[in-house]
């Protein structure tokens, strides 16, 4: 479907587009296929938004009058899963997208509602494709306190000492989102800065200023993104002190065992060789007086330890 934008989206057919107006379009990939040459596209780009291998950095190319980029975008919710994948065309007057692929009919949605904002009457090109591209961004800085919040949960269990059983587990999995979402702002870094660059002079240079707006807001969430892939990296090492320091203390305890009762095993041994010329033997205060020993160097063991903070 492909709407001319006057002071209102007015839609047209494939026939009736005029260079000379604004024109938003919204295409199937099977749509593309049949009007690219009418536009002047070239034949690569098609077999671009063809290919289904998975390219999770996107593509951003430049023709002679016409920018192509495709965007691999994800679902905010659960943004693990690469859902979209979107196509786009931008020539003087004409911002067409293209619908790869989506799952739950977002991009439509996205798309939409950034119009929805703008003053149609007024609307350039270049703000047109920042209300779209600011759409990618929605929520997401919800998001990254949400994954904040999350490695802050493990790190305030890691102090309090309650470590969770799973917790390689469940750490890898926020390392994982936080790679998901370098490489998803990378890509908009690299095809924000290549339509603020302007190389093709396609857009007004007095509305670049859109482009670099959205180039260093995708920035500033790359710039979280690392911050929190490093906070989450002290938290792992903390676990990793922490799993040590009980280990060391478990071992401390058995050593501080095992010394209280080497002198009492050495007793045990000096006593039970039953020679006859031993006196103990004898002596009817002879197994009070062992017992008393094994208890008094127990206690000085301990006392020690206590005094050397073993204990």
Known sequence: MFYQIKDRLCPISMKEYDPSILTLGIISLKELTECYASFGFSQTTVMECQDTTRKLHGIMGIYDDYHFCIITAIDTKYFIHLEDRIGIYIKENLFLVVIIKDQDNSIHMDLFDSLDKLNLSKISLERLIYGFL??????????????????????????????????????????????????????????????????????????????????????????????????????????????????????????????????????????????????????????????????????????????????
């Open 134 to 311: 600011e759409r990618l961004l929605i929520n997401n800085y919800e998001m990254l306190e949400e994954i904040e919040n999350t490695i802050s949960v493990y790190e305030e269990n890691i102090d309090d000492n309650r470590l969770p059983k799973d917790f390689y587990h469940e750490i890898a999995g926020v390392r994982k989102r936080l790679l998901l979402l370098d490489n998803y702002y990378e890509q908009l870094i690299f095809i924000g800065e290549e339509l603020k660059d302007n190389s093709i002079g396609l857009f007004d240079e007095g509305h670049l200023r859109y482009f670099k707006l959205f180039t260093d807001r995708v920035n500033r969430l790359s710039e979280n993104v690392r911050k929190l892939d490093d906070y989450s990296i002290h938290v792992r090492d903390a676990y990793h002190a922490r799993m040590d320091y009980n280990l060391n203390n478990i071992m401390k305890l058995f050593t501080v065992i095992t010394t209280i009762f080497l002198p009492l095993t050495l007793i045990v041994g000096w006593y039970g060789m039953n020679f006859s010329n031993m006196p103990e033997l004898r002596w009817k205060f002879g197994y009070p007086f062992v017992i008393l020993l094994s208890i008094v160097v127990v206690i000085i063991n301990i006392l020690y330890f206590k005094r050397k903070k073993f204990l």
